[in-house]
């Protein structure tokens, strides 16, 4: 058995959520090498979980406040886990500050994608598209797509809770039904459900803004940056990491718990983003995004990034 068969089976081979994707892809760039006497352990901080005879590295891509990884706070916790690799440098600051993660240990190495290669956009109509698990701020767009002010605008979305695996879709998919009814009953949305990796980035390719009024608190955004890969604008919360994540790029809309004042502000910022798409000014900047993006979050810079770092630990 491989290294990296021995890590693939501590995921679940039936979720496809933005960690595990990260973690299938780690495997697939990284040499087999350097994950000799690594126990890699993804978002569980679980004290079954650590390998005695390994060296234990826990990558957290959840939030503070997630019971997965409660342990953390525990010192005795700390004296097992040899490193701690956190997706971005919010969300590193968020456990420094609520745990006092030993410094030390802890590391950030981003989340990265693929090179996506952009295609020319459809120019008869404006394509939206949120691509992204329902309770983020799917009922939020909902409401403000139906105030747009424009005939040429359509919203495609490839959101369902499959992607964790069908176990959570029992238990969870009925709690977003009124959602996807409310976009099937709409002629300008077209509800597509779950997309594979592949056919979501293809999809991707052919829209134009990723209308995503985030009301969830990201670590990353592995959709936001697939999307500004792609070229398409985002029109986002400035809520947990992403701020980090799309910036320069993104528009930006300050989050209001008070999700109407929300919604009034996402609504007129997005408005704005579909008038002004095909000026020379936004697709000069597009450009610069997705050069950019490709780079900034490349898997074959990342994956140089985790080869450093593992190679360091064992000296």
């Given at each position: 058995?491989?290294?990296k068969?021995?890590?693939?089976k501590k995921?679940?081979?039936?979720?496809?959520?933005?960690?595990?994707?990260?973690?299938?892809?780690?495997?697939?760039?990284?040499?087999d090498e350097?994950?000799?006497?690594?126990?890699?352990?993804?978002?569980?901080?679980?004290?079954?979980?650590?390998?005695?005879?390994?060296?234990?590295i826990?990558w957290?891509?959840?939030?503070?406040?997630?019971?997965e990884?409660?342990?953390?706070?525990?010192?005795?916790?700390?004296?097992k886990?040899?490193y701690?690799?956190f997706?971005?440098n919010?969300?590193?600051?968020?456990f420094?500050?609520?745990?006092?993660?030993?410094?030390?240990?802890?590391?950030?190495?981003?989340?990265?994608?693929?090179?996506?290669?952009?295609?020319?956009?459809?120019?008869?109509?404006?394509?939206?598209?949120?691509?992204?698990?329902p309770?983020?701020?799917?009922?939020?767009?909902?409401?403000?797509?139906?105030?747009?002010?424009?005939?040429?605008?359509?919203?495609?979305?490839?959101?369902s809770?499959?992607?964790?695996?069908?176990?959570?879709?029992?238990?969870?998919?009925?709690?977003?039904?009124?959602?996807?009814?409310?976009?099937?009953?709409?002629?300008?949305?077209?509800?597509?459900?779950?997309?594979?990796?592949?056919?979501l980035?293809?999809?991707?390719?052919?829209?134009?803004?990723?209308?995503?009024?985030?009301?969830?608190?990201?670590?990353?955004?592995?959709?936001?940056?697939?999307?500004?890969?792609?070229?398409?604008?985002?029109?986002?919360?400035?809520?947990?990491?992403?701020?980090?994540?799309?910036?320069?790029?993104?528009?930006?809309?300050?989050?209001?718990?008070?999700?109407?004042?929300?919604?009034?502000?996402?609504l007129?910022?997005?408005?704005?983003?579909?008038?002004?798409?095909?000026s020379?000014?936004?697709?000069?900047?597009l450009?610069?995004?997705?050069?950019?993006?490709n780079?900034?979050y490349?898997?074959?810079?990342?994956?140089?990034?985790?080869?450093?770092?593992?190679?360091?630990i064992?000296?």
């Amino acid at each position: 058995m491989s290294e990296k068969e021995r890590l693939l089976k501590k995921i679940n081979p039936n979720c496809f959520g933005g960690s595990e994707s990260q973690f299938r892809l780690l495997m697939k760039y990284v040499p087999d090498e350097n994950f000799k006497n690594i126990n890699l352990i993804l978002n569980n901080s679980s004290f079954d979980k650590i390998e005695k005879d390994k060296i234990n590295i826990l990558w957290i891509q959840h939030f503070v406040g997630v019971p997965e990884i409660k342990n953390i706070q525990s010192k005795d916790y700390w004296d097992k886990i040899d490193y701690f690799i956190f997706n971005s440098n919010w969300n590193y600051e968020k456990f420094r500050y609520k745990f006092d993660v030993p410094e030390h240990k802890s590391i950030v190495i981003r989340n990265a994608v693929e090179e996506i290669i952009p295609i020319k956009k459809n120019k008869d109509k404006i394509k939206l598209i949120y691509h992204s698990t329902p309770w983020r701020g799917l009922s939020v767009l909902l409401n403000v797509f139906e105030k747009l002010k424009s005939d040429q605008v359509e919203l495609d979305v490839c959101s369902s809770t499959i992607i964790y695996g069908k176990e959570f879709y029992d238990k969870s998919d009925h709690k977003y039904q009124k959602l996807y009814e409310k976009c099937k009953e709409s002629k300008k949305i077209n509800y597509l459900g779950f997309l594979p990796n592949q056919k979501l980035i293809e999809h991707i390719k052919t829209c134009h803004i990723f209308a995503f009024p985030s009301i969830w608190i990201e670590t990353s955004c592995i959709s936001a940056i697939e999307a500004m890969a792609a070229g398409c604008s985002v029109v986002t919360s400035n809520l947990g990491a992403l701020y980090e994540t799309c910036t320069p790029f993104a528009n930006f809309v300050h989050f209001d718990q008070n999700l109407k004042n929300f919604e009034k502000d996402y609504l007129l910022t997005l408005q704005k983003t579909i008038d002004n798409y095909w000026s020379d000014e936004n697709q000069e900047s597009l450009d610069l995004q997705v050069k950019t993006i490709n780079k900034l979050y490349s898997w074959k810079i990342r994956a140089q990034d985790w080869i450093n770092f593992l190679q360091k630990i064992k000296y």
